[in-house]
């Protein structure tokens, strides 16, 4: 796949303008897959390119909040939750990222992929420059670049309290069984209008 090579300037604290590669989000997709998924094969199909369509009107502020629902198995937290927060720091190294999900333990695996991706040698030789992850803070489930921006997770029932973010994205909130009761679906409705709700930053996108 070619890349096309511009020089563009970076908004926020970098101050100076970078050559940059500038890759669409669903090409990006298909570029990552294999860094994240290195044994399973990527399989084009219209609605990774529908959802990649969508998720650049979110980055370029023509969505504010948008709801993905489709079945399992279908690569949706691969694209959402993964690819789409790694591929906007190469547009933006400064959008702070919160993420959350029914279980720490599926925040955590996310989390992973994202710094497994961002600390990858196809995307520091593509975007080292603009995309530098800072040394005093990159642990599992937190971890900042050099220009501030930073990916946090707070899974429903945890603490969230001090973060926040300029994207807030929420990926399977309940499991199966969990759905099917009451409480838990009243619990995380409380959780959106009571805890990530007060997350955002100004002209923060939910998702």
């Avoid at 101050?15 to 500038?22: K, P």
């Avoid at 690819?83 to 933006?92: I, L, Y």
Wanted: with cysteine; charged share 25%; proline share 5%.
């Amino acid at each position: 796949l070619n890349y096309a090579s511009v020089t563009a300037p970076i908004s926020g604290r970098i101050g100076r303008a970078l050559s940059v590669e500038r890759v669409p989000l669903a090409v990006f997709i298909r570029e990552a897959w294999r860094v994240v998924e290195p044994g399973t094969a990527f399989v084009p199909n219209w609605h990774i390119d529908l959802i990649a369509e969508y998720l650049t009107a979110v980055h370029l502020g023509q969505i504010q909040y948008l709801d993905i629902n489709m079945p399992p198995r279908f690569s949706k937290s691969t694209i959402v939750s993964v690819c789409f927060p790694a591929w906007e720091w190469t547009e933006d190294p400064t959008r702070r990222f919160l993420f959350s999900g029914y279980s720490q333990k599926l925040c955590t695996r996310d989390s992973l992929k994202r710094r497994t991706i961002i600390d990858s040698q196809w995307y520091r030789n593509r975007w080292g420059l603009l995309v530098k992850l800072a040394p005093d803070q990159n642990l599992k489930t937190e971890f900042k670049n050099t220009a501030e921006g930073h990916m946090i997770t707070a899974p429903v029932g945890g603490s969230a309290t001090g973060s926040g973010g300029s994207r807030l994205l929420t990926d399977d909130l309940m499991n199966p069984e969990q759905a099917e009761s009451e409480i838990q679906r009243e619990k995380a409705i409380n959780f959106l209008r009571a805890t990530m709700s007060t997350r955002g930053d100004e002209e923060s996108a939910a998702h």
